[in-house]
């Protein structure tokens, strides 16, 4: 990713760092719209079983309805070929946009060019769609949630001793994972090498699912005894299924956890010592942009980003949020200040 900056532009992608120009979209009125009168925005997810999600929803469609859209839903309960026809459904009903959180960055590769096919621009949302002519990504700084929080863990490393951990990676099918992975990897990498950090066990989670986060570190457990300094999770849903796994040997909150998306369940984790850490991805920031771009793509209005990411096919035009690592000490100005929180939910007050 770089800081160029990209225009879009109502039918076209103008990059005028490359001057590479884009033909993107019929532009117009679709079927849904001419019915309501409104532009229509079609949102395919990947899935509503994590908390973050469902607010991505509420708080996408609350901005897109007060900006004057309509907004359909699909979600495809991690199922790549349900995710391609929940996108075949949205096209069928006429949106004018697509905005498309993959289960399968890869995968999705199909909806975005089914979506050309038929002149509607494609917003990538959070994740990667990998190997596309995507017209615009929108996520946070997905290396930096990464080295946020192997930072944190390297900060806990006693003088003279050895971190041992276990590391719990994402959904292989998630660009967003590998970021994650690369993040933390940059902070962690110097210090295996130095012989600071010993990873006793690592595997990949697969669909981010917490039982088999749980499951992973009870084979690392088993694997590598009950010695264990920090579990680097790589979310909150993973650091719930690996608390669950310290619960049962006796070892809740005498191991550093790190998460991600400071859900409420986390939070309260880290108040009550059991989780150490999470990252804080301001979601209404996110959603809220993402639905302006979206009404401005669906309207074919031109629009601007100052970032572009390679997705092995384009540079897509990207926007960029910035994010914070959250601990015991800094909830109150952060998740709870912001309004992401509240504060009798999260002290249990
Ligand atoms: C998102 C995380 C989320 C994970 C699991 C990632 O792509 O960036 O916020 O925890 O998916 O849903």
Redesign the pocket.
């Known amino acids: 990713m770089n800081a160029r900056i990209v225009l879009v532009l109502v039918s076209c992608v103008l990059s005028i760092a490359t001057g590479l120009v884009l033909s993107r979209g019929k532009g117009g009125s679709s079927a849904a719209a001419k019915g309501s009168g409104k532009p229509v925005i079609g949102l395919s997810m990947?899935?509503l079983k994590?908390e973050?999600?469902i607010a991505d929803r509420d708080l996408f469609i609350a901005q897109a309805e007060a900006l004057g859209a309509q907004v359909e839903v699909r979600s495809a309960n991690s199922d790549d070929t349900r995710q391609l026809r929940d996108v075949e459904s949205l096209i069928t009903a006429g949106v004018d946009a697509l905005v498309i959180i993959p289960h399968n960055g890869a995968a999705m590769a199909r909806a975005v060019e089914m979506a050309h096919a038929e002149g509607i621009p494609v917003l990538s949302y959070?994740?990667l769609i990998t190997d596309a002519e995507t017209d615009l990504y929108i996520t946070?700084d997905?290396i930096k949630v990464g080295e946020l929080q192997a930072k944190f863990l390297a900060d806990k490393i006693p003088a003279g001793g050895k971190m041992r951990l276990i590391r719990i990676y994402?959904?292989k099918t998630?660009n967003?994972?590998k970021l994650f992975k690369q993040g933390q990897d940059n902070i962690l990498q110097p210090l295996i090498e130095a012989g600071k950090v010993e990873v006793v066990f690592e595997d990949w989670a697969e669909d981010?699912k917490p039982e088999n986060a749980k499951k992973i570190t009870n084979a690392a457990i088993t694997k590598a005894g009950q010695n264990i300094d920090a579990i680097l999770a790589s979310?909150?849903?993973t650091a719930g299924g690996a608390i669950q796994a310290l619960i049962e040997e006796g070892l809740t909150g005498k191991v550093i956890v790190t998460g991600?998306?400071a859900d409420l369940a986390a939070c309260q984790r880290i108040v009550a010592g059991t989780q150490t850490m999470t990252v804080y991805?301001p979601l209404t920031q996110l959603a809220k942009r993402a639905a302006d771009l979206a009404y401005k793509l669906a309207q074919r209005q031109p629009l601007i980003a100052k970032a572009e990411t390679d997705n092995g096919k384009i540079a897509v035009p990207s926007v960029l949020l910035d994010i914070v690592a959250v601990t015991k000490d800094n909830i109150r100005d952060t998740v709870v200040k912001d309004g992401f929180r509240k504060e009798a939910e999260v002290f249990g007050k």
């Open positions: 990947d899935t994590e973050r999600w959070d994740r946070f997905n994402g959904a998630d967003n994972a981010w979310n909150d849903g991600q998306d991805k």
